[in-house]
Structure formats: C-alpha cells, structure tokens
T-cell receptor
Framework: QQQVKQSPQSLIVQKGGISIINCAYE??????FPWYQQFPGKGPALLIA?????SEKKEGRFTISFNKSAKQFSLHIMDSQPGDSATYFC??????????????FGKGTKLSVKP | DAGITQSPRHKVTETGTPVTLRCHQT?????MYWYRQDPGHGLRLIHY???????DKGEVSDGYSVSRSKTEDFLLTLESATSSQTSVYFC?????????????????FGPGTRLTVL
C-alpha cells in the first residue's frame, strides 16, 4: 500500500512534443505529491509538487495533473526540449511528521528528447 | 545549490571491509536521509535522522548503520561491505512544515557517492 507505481520506465519524445509520465498509488492518506528531476551524474532536484486539494498545477512547461478518485497523478512536459532529457521520479508522502512524512519514490522514468 | 557535500565521491572497496560515507550540510536542516539508487529500483531510503542522535530505519536498512552526532553531519556505515551494496548513495536534507508557501518535505539532494564493492 506504500508503493508508488510509475510508468513508463523510459520515454522517447521528439523535440516540441508532449512528454507524459504517470504515477499511481494506493494509500489514500498521501497528501503531498512531488516530482523530482535528475540529470546524469547529479542528485535529484524538486521540479514541481501538488497537494490533493487541486486537480492541476502548472509551472512553465511543466504541469501536474491529479486525479484523486483514480489515485493517479501525472507529469506533462509541453514543448519538450533536448535539455529536458533526464530521469523523472514521482513521489508521495503523508503529512510532514515522523516516518509517514518520508517520501515514497516511484522507480523513475528516463526521458530522452530527440532534436 | 543547497549546501550539501558528500565524501568520498567515488570509492572502490573489497568485500568484507568497513566503509563510511559522510554527508555534511550547511543549511541547518533538521532532517537528513540516506538513499541508494539502483537501476530499476529508483531511490530507496536506507536510514533517516530527525535530529541529533535521533535516527530511524528506512526501507532497506539491513547491513547499514548511521550516526548523527552533530546537526551538520550524517554518517552511513557499511560494517562489512558486500557486492550487493554496490550502488550510488545519495544524502538528502529537508525541513518540514506548512508555513507560508513552503511545500511539505522538499528534500535537497547531495551530489552522490558511487560505491563499488569488489
């Protein structure tokens, strides 16, 4: 029940296209859903995050869509660029206290944007 | 970049030897974490700390121990390294809260340590 399932494992998109990465969860107590971006040789960095009181959050070309009833959330990258090529991780947590506040990460999606 | 350093950045060791990885932060964050990253497994939590001398186990803690004697330092020790512990290890730090616009649990990651156990 603590898992976050992420798909696809890898994704190839043409420059200018839309990249879509999906995550699903079972624990309905999760209330924080961040996405992290990791470039080769670097540590992950927070990209964008959402709470379940909204269905969508947009920051520039990056949008999180959240479907509470389906227990799914997704990352959309509009106008994908070669510089977006990285590994993306979704995550979830419950509140901010104790061990429940620890992030549970998906297994990652390696995105390649072809020029 | 958040002030997080990890040392060493690369290490090759032999099975059965002890190994200690160090994470140092200059942000005065309360929470510190050790993760391992392996292909097909994503990021898995090994141990975390919620204050000086306060630590707890994560998902994959077997074979690892940690210590935090100062706010800024979090050590990960492999008492007797095995080949299955070959991995990239990341330290992360965070503050947790709901004040202002700060997100819950934003974690800042260090640059990682690549450990090879032969």
């Amino acid at each position: 029940q603590q898992q976050v399932k992420q798909s696809p494992q890898s994704l190839i998109v043409q420059k200018g296209g839309i990249s879509i990465i999906n995550c699903a969860y079972e624990n309905t107590a999760f209330d924080y859903f961040p996405w992290y971006q990791q470039f080769p040789g670097k540590g992950p960095a927070l990209l964008i995050a959402i709470r379940p009181d909204v269905s969508e959050k947009k920051e520039g070309r990056f949008t999180i869509s959240f479907n509470k009833s389906a227990k799914q959330f997704s990352l959309h990258i509009m106008d994908s660029q070669p510089g977006d090529s990285a590994t993306y991780f979704c995550a979830a947590s419950v509140g901010y206290g104790g061990s429940q506040g620890n992030l549970i990460f998906g297994k990652g999606t390696k995105l390649s944007v072809k020029p | 970049d958040a002030g997080i350093t990890q040392s060493p950045r690369h290490k090759v060791t032999e099975t059965g030897t002890p190994v200690t990885l160090r994470c140092h932060q200059t942000e005065n964050h309360r929470y510190m974490y050790w993760y391992r990253q392996d292909p097909g497994h994503g990021l898995r939590l090994i141990h975390y700390s919620y204050g000086v001398k306060d630590t707890d186990k994560g998902e994959v803690s077997d074979g690892y121990s940690v210590s935090r004697s100062k706010t800024e330092d979090f050590l990960l020790t492999l008492e007797s390294a095995t080949s299955s512990q070959t991995s990239v290890y990341f330290c992360a730090i965070s503050e947790r809260g709901t004040s202002g616009r700060r997100a819950y649990n934003e974690q800042f990651f260090g640059p990682g340590t690549r450990l090879t156990v032969l």
